[in-house]
């Protein structure tokens, strides 16, 4: 039954990849207002108490969260179907959320494309070694690779450096209009930046939007990191790699409490958005709701998520992730049975 309903997923996800114009900008609505009402609350309490700006600005940045989602489905052609506005709706997210519009949608296709595949995975994933892969490495890049899944640096100085230093580069190889994207991005952001400094004051305004752009940087890496790196996750060669069981196992049903699966845009189902990233984030509830398949994937917990924090390598025996503590098992077993 399940083989059979896998064969059928291009008809079952059918109905669900079509944008609705009126959901798409009842949704701008809904996520702008309350980010820009936050902000300024925000800005106010500083002249109260810290204390009461705090709670403001850990809510402002669940909504730049969801700004980035709306963003991420501009990338995907999913937000709108006329594909000009989706790149004037993207570009101004961007903006917001630091992340040049073409460039992102270049790497983010590519995940896309090779999510799960051991042979091709790296552009645009979470850096995923197999063991035998990190046993063949110089011990300064095993080093390095220790160091960026320390979750100190992917979660704390990590989500920083991708948004504010990665993001400002262009790619080797990347086209003219992708370029001219970056610019005009970071060109925008510096004059937002300048231009708040100047009508509140540079202290006023780090005090608001440094926290928000820490916390929704960290929220948004914890949400990328935990749909790919959880119990039972799929990576395989390019020989037995293939789309839906990467879709439906090698991504995550994150299942949320409903205020957080509003912040987060409904991206907790993850293997529905894997599956046809063509599909709205406003619909991927209801195609869960409405087909088994979907349904059948074993959900991750807000709670058993934060098991994903052991997770540091891949092993392709036994075809689990695991911690680094496995390797001295790995070599002990290797020189035994040698």
């Keep these: 039954m399940v083989e059979n309903s896998k064969k059928n997923w291009r008809q079952m996800i059918a109905p669900y990849e079509k944008s609705d114009i009126s959901r798409s900008v009842w949704q701008l609505i809904n996520t702008f207002v309350p980010f820009i009402v936050l902000w300024c609350l925000a800005y106010w309490s500083l002249s109260v108490s810290y204390w009461l700006t705090l709670p403001l600005v850990i809510v402002a940045a669940g909504t730049v969260v969801r700004i980035f989602i709306i963003f991420h489905d501009c990338c995907h052609g999913s937000f709108f179907a006329n594909k000009n506005v989706n790149r004037i709706v993207g570009t101004i997210t961007g903006i917001l959320t630091f992340c040049p519009y073409d460039q992102w949608k270049y790497s983010h296709s590519r995940h896309h494309a090779t999510s799960g595949n051991l042979d091709k995975h790296g552009v645009g994933d979470i850096w995923t070694l197999t063991v035998e892969e990190y046993l063949a490495l110089p011990k300064l890049k095993r080093l390095a690779y220790r160091l960026y899944r320390n979750p100190i640096v992917m979660f704390g100085l990590g989500p920083s450096y991708i948004f504010l230093v990665e993001y400002r580069f262009n790619r080797k190889g990347a086209k003219q209009r992708e370029k001219n994207n970056t610019y005009l991005t970071n060109i925008a952001i510096v004059g937002l930046i300048a231009f708040f400094c100047w009508l509140i004051g540079w202290k006023a305004f780090l005090l608001v939007q440094g926290p928000i752009f820490l916390l929704s940087g960290l929220m948004g890496v914890w949400l990328f990191y935990v749909q790919h790196q959880f119990e039972g996750a799929y990576f395989e060669k390019e020989e037995n790699w293939n789309h839906v069981d990467s879709a ?88 035994m049975s040698g």
Aim: hydrophobic share 35%.
């Design 248 to 335: 439906l196992q090698g991504s995550s049903f994150y299942k949320l409490p409903r205020i957080l699966q509003w912040f987060t845009g409904n991206i907790g189902f993850h293997h529905i958005h894997h599956l046809s990233s063509r599909v709205p984030n406003y619909y991927l509830d209801k195609a869960h709701k409405e087909n088994k398949l979907f349904q059948d994937v074993s959900p991750v917990t807000f709670f058993s998520s934060f098991k994903s924090l052991r997770f540091r390598i891949w092993d392709e025996n036994r075809k689990k992730l695991m911690g680094f503590g496995y390797i001295k098992k790995f070599l002990h077993s290797k020189k």
